[in-house]
């Protein structure tokens, strides 16, 4: 099977790796230059678009993810039409180990130094996230009043917001970075060395430590790709942020700031949740706030100890 773009662009011996809801992903060699490549053909309209800006602007400023090298519209065949995008295929398999989880913590850090004006990725700023945090936070209490299954903590404590840390002083200057949206298991590929990001399709500029709290977050849920073992969580957890510390140039995050984010990301896969209810395969979204709760109280987020 092969596929042809518009601009003449022609990938052959395509093979299927697992699939996506928003994109058809396929393997196979670039004929022209004999490349091995992965193609994403965009079946939801407009979901390509965050992720065709971030490569072209990563593989231009020497980012750690996948390089672009082509994109356009299927020229024929069942996809006719569709946007797609080309890039290198790169080796590596989802983090296991402690030090893999540190390298994708590296990673996460280096992107703070790739410059995101220009890149045409949508921005979102210090107090328009603050304000959608708040506002998922009120949707998330709204829920667990008019809920009997609510959470223990939540019945006979303070409600979310008051078990939340509060917002580090250090965060209205903390820098805008370009931020990847979703660094689990399932888009880091590890190699032994530094590793590559891969599936940006949430790509955006936000400030920095969204991907953090993000990554160590879905550590502790045990989230993965299909197959993948969730096991000592916590330890990978930590890693990622050792990780991420070691590659930050100065100091970020202390212990505040460690929490803060971890709370963050906690509220938003909640949220997520309690949006896409009742959809087939979404998780329950109280498990995702016990999960919150129980890093809240955990001694080495409390007081920023490493592993």
């Known amino acids: 099977m092969n596929l042809k773009l518009d601009d003449g662009t022609t990938v052959t011996g395509l093979t299927r790796p697992a699939q996506g809801m928003r994109h058809r992903v396929l393997f196979g060699v670039e004929e022209a230059s004999g490349r091995e490549v992965a193609v994403k053909i965009e079946l939801l309209p407009g979901a390509l678009g965050p992720e065709r800006l971030a490569l072209e602007w990563l593989s231009a400023n020497d980012g750690p993810a996948p390089r672009w090298r082509a994109a356009g519209t299927v020229a ?49 700023g210090h107090r328009e996230f603050l304000a959608v945090h708040e506002r998922r936070v009120a949707d998330l209490e709204g829920a667990l009043d008019g809920d009997d299954l609510g959470s223990a903590a939540g019945r006979d404590g303070p409600g979310l917001a008051g078990r939340l840390p509060p917002v580090p002083p250090r965060f209205a200057g903390s820098p805008l970075v370009l931020t990847h949206g979703d660094p689990g298991p ?31 977050f879905i550590a502790l849920l045990g989230a993965g790709p299909e197959g993948y073992v969730a096991e000592d969580r916590a330890a990978r957890a930590s890693a990622v942020v050792a990780g991420f510390r070691a590659e930050a140039d100065d100091g970020f995050p202390d212990a505040g700031e460690l929490v803060w984010w971890l709370g963050v990301a906690g509220v938003q896969f909640a949220h997520r949740r309690l949006e896409r209810a009742g959809e087939p395969d979404v998780l329950p979204w109280r498990e995702a706030i016990a999960v919150l709760d129980e890093a809240l109280a955990a001694a080495w987020f409390r007081d920023g100890r490493q592993r």
């Open 76 to 124: 024929e065949g069942e996809h006719r039409g569709a946007a797609c995008l080309v890039s290198d295929r790169v080796p590596g398999e989802a983090p296991r180990s402690a030090d893999a989880w540190e390298r994708l913590g590296r990673a996460l850090a280096r992107l703070a130094r790739v410059p995101w004006e220009g890149s045409g990725l949508d921005v979102q």
């Open 186 to 216: 399932g888009n880091f590929l590890d190699h032994g060395e530094v590793g590559t990001l891969i599936d940006w399709e949430d790509a955006m500029v936000a400030p920095r430590g969204l991907d953090l709290g993000r990554a160590a």
